[in-house]
DNA sequence: TCTAGCTTGATGACATGTCAACCAAACTGC
DNA sequence: GCAGTTTGGTTGACATGTCATCAAGCTAGA
């Protein structure tokens, strides 16, 4: 690691052009989600997980891993979100230490109505402006990286690819 | 807005790989970054964008927009590096109200010894990974839609374009 | 069956980010 | 000069996320 490959021009403003864009759609995103709909974009993920799935509910961990949040984090935000009547914790038939959470009708109302114009942001901020190439890009792209971080377990191994 | 346009599968492939994506590499640089150099991914920007300008120094409200961060965000942020000495607070020459913010020797070599590795990794686990067109298609499509947050103020006026 | 060890989830302490209130310096126009 | 406003930055209260720890319940091997 004497002589580290720095990123080049090309590199550098793909690496910039991303997380500034990361940045600023994550804002603005919010932001509207917030103003239209009330709710937080992790709400909103918490909701949208779980009106996806037949039952309306889930399993806390299964709905931590889906989201990529820790377990811990999911249970302080599912105790705020009991607390506005979005979602409810019951105790799991199968397993006497699991919980699940479940989708409230309130929950539910509260998903349908935030969610046309949610999509329409992430399109009039996003989609509506790549090409299709470039979505098709993002597409392949992106899964590509998720695989490669998920691939390895842990810790860093040595490409061996 | 009876009928909202839904994205379609190529489109939802796209969104949903953008945020994954965005969120494990995320974790992954976080995680590395402080293992090997003891800095948080904001600490490092800090660092980063201060040792990129001539004098090691900006003034806070500069450096706040540089980052898209708030000046409270930075404020709060500055103090806790200054604990840590990797930073310093001083006035402003030129203007009574204003602060600077210095990069200490400590805070330079900080940067300096975390960069390489931090570098390495994001090769690693995104710009190595893609092939030169999507390099370049990311790069366009990123800076596209910075522009477009970036060219409306605020607020969502009827797109007009 | 008993038990060691793992898993699930909750919790409290702490780190970080946001928001609004505030202060002081600096413009602005009279 | 100097009221009124704007700007730059700080601060404290609060919301959110992380980490370590704990209790209870599973599971598997002796």
Redesign the interface.
């Known amino acids: 690691?004497d002589e580290?490959?720095?990123?080049d021009e090309?590199?550098d403003?793909?690496?910039r052009?991303?997380r500034?864009?990361?940045?600023?759609?994550d804002?603005?995103l919010a932001r509207?989600l917030m103003q239209d709909a009330g709710l937080s974009e992790p709400d909103y993920d918490v909701l949208s997980d779980l009106s996806e799935t037949p039952e309306q509910r889930l399993r806390l961990s299964e709905l931590a891993d889906r989201m990529?949040w820790s377990r811990s984090r999911l249970s302080h935000h599912i105790s705020r979100m009991q607390q506005r009547g979005l979602v409810t914790r019951e105790e799991c038939a199968t397993d006497g230490r699991g919980s699940v959470v479940t989708l409230t009708p309130a929950g539910r109302q509260a998903v349908e109505a935030a969610?046309?114009?949610h999509?329409?942001a992430?399109?009039?901020?996003?989609?509506d402006?790549?090409t299709p190439?470039?979505?098709?890009?993002?597409?392949?792209?992106?899964?590509?990286?998720?695989d490669?971080?998920?691939g390895r377990p842990t810790g860093?191994p040595e490409?061996k690819d």
Do not use: D, F, K, N
Request: aromatic share 6%.
């Open positions: 690691m580290p490959r720095w990123l090309q590199e403003r793909a690496w052009g991303y500034r864009m990361r940045r600023l759609l804002l603005e509207e990529l969610a046309p114009g999509v329409a992430v399109r009039r901020h996003l989609i402006l790549l190439a470039e979505l098709a890009a993002l597409g392949t792209l992106s899964h590509r990286v998720v490669h971080l998920t860093r490409a």
